[in-house]
Nanobody, 123 residues
Framework: QVQLVESGGGLVQAGGSLRLSCVAS????????MGWHRQAPGKTRELVAG???????NYADSVKGRFTISRDDARNMVYLEMYNLKPEDTAVYYC?????????????????WGQGTQVTVSS
């Protein structure tokens, strides 16, 4: 079993910054794509940023130039640095990862999600 745990959320004023972290633990053989999603009240969950195992990144248009995703494969971690935050960035932020895990002598890939961390940006 694999768990993803996010941290780093909080309350910040508009124009401020935050750094989110997510660590994966468990029977991990490797991790392929990793990403951050968010869900604001009354809205559907949306992709914020993604990063492949090779380091290729993609971002939602609304965060390009303000957010940076990165990963540390030695620590099974993914980060989201957020700058110039806006009230519309307020949401619960979730990390997810495509984890290749061991299952006895077999391996399998499963997409795991964290429980989320709240980010609130005040105007």
């Amino acid at each position: 079993q694999v768990q993803l745990v996010e941290s780093g959320g909080g309350l910040v004023q508009a124009g401020g910054s935050l750094r989110l972290s997510c660590v994966a633990s468990g029977s991990i053989l490797s991790i392929n794509d990793m990403g951050w999603h968010r869900q604001a009240p009354g809205k559907t969950r949306e992709l914020v940023a993604g990063i492949s195992s090779g380091g290729r990144t993609n971002y939602a248009d609304s965060v390009k130039g303000r957010f940076t995703i990165s990963r540390d494969d030695a620590r099974n971690m993914v980060y989201l640095e957020m700058y110039n935050l806006k009230p519309e960035d307020t949401a619960v932020y979730y990390c997810n990862a495509d984890v290749v895990e061991t299952l006895g002598i077999m391996t399998r890939q499963i997409n795991y999600w964290g429980q989320g961390t709240q980010v609130t940006v005040s105007s």
